[in-house]
């Protein structure tokens, strides 16, 4: 995924709106400016995009839908045909029914010599260059496409060439990111969108990702309006990393202890450590549950490995982060306890969230540090977070982003939902959606080095959501730049060096 701007670059980071503000922004625009103006602005911005990622194209269709996505169709067909391109017009529903703006564009159109059909298909033979604009459904969707806008996004998907999707692709669910239809056969695949007014959500996260392609956005204009979550970038990242000072010292960067590697999963608890040290942690110490483990990492001599029984002396210390739970089996219930009394910071991941999950007396230990002011960082995959919920990894899916602030407000901690469009929510404020990171990363252990990660990069009197938004902007950029090179699942002891 990449993000464009088709307009003035925002500061970092970029703010989302779901539909909520999104509409707030329409209608602020819409009491300052004349009838049509909007629209126009809209449909202009989506003609110039098309010209400027498909140079080629000598022919353009574009399939408009019933209401003002359409409209803005209509308007980048007819500056497309003034342009010299030859243009072909399906349009989908009662003309007679359209919005009073998309009527306009309508009218418009028909007088400007653009050739318009009634029925989903386009009026020639495509070819591999030519462009399709999706205009047929935005933000005010709901359901499955079906009938003639179902028949059209069909068309859409077998369209040999480039893609643009006006505002979202059709069938995609701007605020969440879902696809309506489950077998993912009734949504358009752009290899372009051009957001207008806002930035959604859903382009980021969910299957936005897979559906949106390069995302673009404009702002038409329109007044600002709070944003609803925000989108990371390497600008918001390099915001909130801590200086490494001259004088500084390996003190200065605070302790880690890695509680984890039940007997046969060690490989997860040495991930996890060895992914601290590369984080920079100033002294990290593993403490594995396993009891007949290694007493030294051979590769990685720094890595101080200590006995179980030496646990609680060191949490009473009071000075490292704690990375609990990465392969750790059944035995992690015995040290969670401990481990949320004592930890002044706390990075829970894997067995230590399905042992709290099955333990309310754990979630109420859990619920009590924050209250208290401990800082707690959580990495719960989708079941994980469902478990933890009381629900299914199906409901967790359909709105991540409101699963995961749900999450963190009623445990009171910082959640990391992985996924496509890994989302970072704190007890209060908006959340983050991370836009690093691809497929390669599902590979098994890639979760243990995004754990100990952020235990080595987070550092002491630092917030735990600035602490969680950079490890997993690092973690997700690192297996973007395997991507460029190499095809597959990036192998999670690779991944833990190169971060």
Not at 430 to 448: E, K, Q, R, V
Request: with cysteine; glycine share 12%; proline share 8%.
């Amino acid at each position: 995924m990449q993000l464009g701007t088709a307009a003035a670059s925002p500061p970092a980071p970029w703010p989302l709106h779901g539909a909520q503000g999104s509409r707030a922004s329409e209608q602020a625009a819409q009491a300052e400016l004349p009838p049509f103006t909007l629209m126009r602005r809209a449909g202009t911005a989506v003609a110039r995009l098309a010209l400027a990622v498909a140079p080629h194209a000598r022919r353009v269709w574009v399939a408009c839908g019933p209401g003002n996505n359409g409209g803005d169709g209509l308007v980048a067909a007819a500056w497309l045909h003034r342009a010299g391109r030859a243009v072909s017009v399906s349009l989908v529903g009662d003309p007679a029914r359209l919005p009073a703006d998309a009527a306009r564009a309508l009218e418009e159109a028909r007088a400007a010599g653009v050739p318009i059909q009634q029925t989903p298909v386009y009026g020639f033979e495509p070819r591999g260059e030519d462009l399709a604009i999706d205009a047929l459904l935005g933000l005010g969707s709901s359901r499955r496409p079906e009938g003639p806008l179902g028949d059209a996004v069909a068309a859409l998907r077998r369209w040999p060439g480039p893609v643009l999707a006006v505002d979202l692709p059709t069938g995609l669910d701007g605020e969440t990111g879902r696809v309506f239809d489950t077998e993912l056969r009734a949504c358009v695949r752009a290899d372009h969108t051009l957001s207008l007014l806002t930035l959604k959500p859903g382009l980021f996260t969910a299957q936005g990702r897979d559906h949106a392609g390069t995302v673009w956005w404009h702002d038409l204009g329109a007044p600002t309006v709070a944003p609803d979550a925000w989108l990371a970038s390497e600008g918001a990242v390099q915001a909130v990393r801590p200086a490494r000072l001259h004088a500084h010292h390996k003190g200065s960067f605070g302790d880690v202890i890695v509680v984890a590697g039940a007997p046969g999963m060690v490989g997860a608890a040495l991930l996890a450590a060895r992914a601290a040290v590369r984080a920079g942690g100033g002294r990290v110490y593993l403490v594995p549950l396993a009891e007949d483990a290694f007493a030294v990492d051979p590769t990685h001599p720094e890595l101080m490995v200590r006995p179980l029984g030496s646990l609680e002396p060191m949490l009473r210390a009071g000075t490292g982060t704690v990375v609990c739970g990465c392969g750790g089996g059944s035995e992690v219930a015995q040290i969670l306890p401990a481990v949320l009394h004592a930890a002044p910071r706390l990075v829970l991941d894997a067995d230590a969230l399905n042992t709290m999950a099955a333990d309310e007396a754990l979630r109420t230990l859990l619920s009590h540090r924050g209250a208290r002011g401990a800082a707690t960082i959580l990495t719960p995959h989708p079941l994980e977070a469902a478990r933890l919920l009381g629900s299914s990894s199906a409901d967790v899916q359909a709105n991540r982003v409101a699963a995961a602030r749900e999450l963190a407000g009623r445990l009171r901690v910082t959640v990391v939902l992985k996924g496509s469009g890994t989302v970072i929510a704190g007890p209060e404020g908006p959340s983050w959606i991370n836009p690093t990171g691809n497929a390669a990363l599902a590979t098994p252990g890639t979760g243990d080095v995004l754990a100990g990660w952020l235990g080595g990069t987070w550092r002491p009197g630092e917030a735990a959501l600035d602490a969680a938004v950079r490890a997993v902007w690092e973690h997700g950029a690192a297996a973007d730049r395997w991507a460029a090179t190499h095809r597959g699942p990036y192998p999670a002891s690779e991944l833990a060096e190169a971060i």
